[in-house]
């Protein structure tokens, strides 16, 4: 039994689940060598961008993602996350600066080559966990924005000032944080409780008594992310 599985499978949005223990080194490389700027070191090593990109692995896909991405299989979409970026490389650099800077979400914009050969515009978000935690799984969300524009009004929620930020603004729930902060609480949650689940099934004899409380703590996160999304694409429309 896995906890999550029916869960990030049937999720009504494009959803990945990636393994960015790649940008977690990098990070904590950069702290031990003391670098403060951040960005100028970037900017100075271009194959750390590279290495990176090609490091950290999608590990799930689910139906929608495939959907959106013209896959016939969410297997298709297991690879390295460099083919997100492959028509905008210079992306990579802003969310790897919100990665390295210990941010736990990041927003953007930009075109993606699906792999029929078409292209189209997406609103991205990621949530990262600390870069403290042992276990350092992403989840990353797109929604196609073709046929949207976005308001050009609001924060930055990768943090950065401009021009160095990305140029997406945060959409806003009844006035208060940007919702990309809002959705990164309920999607970090709901992988903790998914790792947490499946380590008490594996134990021998399993708890399914802790296990289900953990699977409730999902449906109860993924409801909320759920809203907060369908929010989200009432304020595109």
Request: proline share 8%.
């Amino acid at each position: 039994m896995q906890p999550s599985g029916d869960l990030f499978d049937t999720f009504p949005f494009p959803l990945w689940q990636i393994d960015a223990s790649a940008s977690r080194d990098a990070a904590l490389a950069l702290r031990r060598e003391g670098v403060d700027d951040v960005k100028a070191y970037v900017d100075a090593h271009p194959e750390l961008v590279d290495h990176v990109f090609r490091s950290v692995v999608v590990e799930r896909a689910n139906g929608a993602a495939a959907s959106l991405l013209a896959a016939s299989d969410p297997a298709g979409l297991l690879r390295p996350v460099q083919y997100f970026f492959d028509v905008e490389p210079q992306v990579r650099s802003r969310l790897l600066l919100s990665r390295l800077g210990g941010l736990g979400c990041h927003m953007d914009k930009f075109t993606i080559a699906r792999l029929d050969g078409t292209e189209i515009h997406v609103a991205f978000f990621v949530t990262f966990p600390g870069l403290d935690r042992p276990e350092d799984r992403a989840l990353a969300i797109m929604y196609d924005v073709t046929e949207r524009e976005l308001p050009l009004e609001g924060g930055y929620p990768s943090g950065l000032a401009p021009p160095y930020a990305p140029p997406l603004p945060a959409q806003r729930v009844g006035g208060s944080r940007p919702i990309v902060h809002e959705l990164a609480q309920p999607l970090s949650t709901m992988l903790t409780s998914a790792e947490t689940g499946r380590k008490w099934l594996e134990r021998n004899p399993p708890d399914h008594e802790r296990a289900i409380i953990q699977l409730r703590r999902i449906i109860a996160n993924a409801k909320r992310a759920r809203d907060l999304l369908a929010a989200l694409r009432r304020s595109l429309e």
